[in-house]
């Protein structure tokens, strides 16, 4: 069963589409110790299960992030809509260098 991990930050590439926005993803473990993680990684990781990341608001609201493909063929991460705005994982902070 895949480990449920919260995303509480991002670092973003200088692209402005929003598939290629993505470079990092990261958040905090358990025990304080930062973590960060690849995009690429994380997709891996997603893909084959060992980890189900997501994400939550100021207000206790998760959202469930999954793999999606672009038009032009290229894997990226995405939460689930909600109809929230703005988007979950691009409105996250930026995480330390």
């Given at each position: 069963m895949a480990a449920r991990v919260r995303i509480q930050c991002i670092n973003?590439?200088?692209?402005?589409?929003?598939?290629?926005?993505?470079s990092n993803v990261g958040g905090v473990n358990?025990?304080?110790?930062?973590?960060?993680?690849?995009?690429?990684?994380?997709?891996?990781?997603t893909e084959n299960g060992e980890f189900a990341f997501y994400t939550q608001d100021a207000f206790g609201r998760t959202a469930d992030v999954v793999v999606a493909v672009s038009r032009f063929g290229h894997k990226y991460l995405k939460t689930v809509a909600d109809g929230e705005q703005p988007d979950n994982l691009l409105s996250l902070p930026e995480c330390p260098r």
């Open positions: 973003k590439t200088s692209r402005y589409d929003p598939h290629e926005r993505i358990p025990d304080g110790r930062r973590w960060k993680l690849t995009q690429p990684e994380a997709i891996r990781r």
